[in-house]
């Protein structure tokens, strides 16, 4: 069994910054890619920010220059910084690790509201 134990939303103003932390735990073998989706009622989920075991990330074009995800191998942990943010972040944001035997796990969300 694998959990995935998001932390760190809320409520933020625009222009702010908050961090969100999801933290891996059980039989997972060997995580390869850990990231951030969101998902806004109604739309599909889309993808935020991923990140290698090695360290490379890659974002949406829409949080490029504001968010930095990185990753602690040691902890199982991946972290999304965001900043700057505007009120077409809100979303719950999703983390989401990729194991190297091609399993997929999915944290249980957390609520990202930005007011404007």
């Known amino acids: 069994q694998v959990q995935l134990v998001e932390s760190g939303g809320g409520l933020v103003q625009a222009g702010g910054s908050l961090r969100l932390s999801c933290a891996a735990s059980?039989?997972?073998?060997?995580?390869?890619?850990m990231g951030w989706y969101r998902q806004v009622p109604g739309q599909q989920r889309e993808l935020v920010a991923i990140?290698?075991?090695?360290?490379?990330?890659n974002y949406a074009d829409s949080v490029k220059g504001r968010f930095t995800v990185s990753r602690d191998n040691a902890k199982n942990t991946v972290y999304l910084q965001m900043s700057s943010l505007k009120p077409e972040d809100a979303a719950v944001y999703y983390c989401?690790?990729?194991?190297?035997?091609?399993?997929?796990?999915w944290g249980h969300g957390s609520q990202v509201t930005v007011s404007s």
């Open positions: 059980g039989s997972i073998f060997s995580i390869n890619v």
């Open positions: 990140i290698t075991a090695g360290g490379i990330a």
């Open positions: 989401t690790i990729r194991s190297v035997r091609g399993a997929v796990y």
